[in-house]
């Protein structure tokens, strides 16, 4: 518990991580036909949650954007399938 006359320094960071979280839906990340993960606001980027085996390398990384947690996905799954091949 903070006093009430001692300033909370961290009370700004707080404030931009939840105006962020509220600006920046959910995405979920969509490889071809697979439902690859979620992206979640979390900080000053998302954190991908993945839904599919094949990308649980990939799960809890936070990324700077969502896009970015796609295009990791899309190189995740080409590489998997070049291994396969």
Partial sequence: ???PFVADPFA???ADVRAQSETIPTRIIEVGET??????P???GVRFFSSARAFDSLDGTLFRNAEQAARAARELSRALSRRSA
Avoid: D, Y
């Fill in 1 to 3: 518990m903070t006093h």
């Fill in 12 to 14: 700004e960071a707080r």
């Fill in 35 to 40: 439902a690859a993960g979620i992206a979640v």
């Fill in 42 to 44: 979390e900080g000053h």
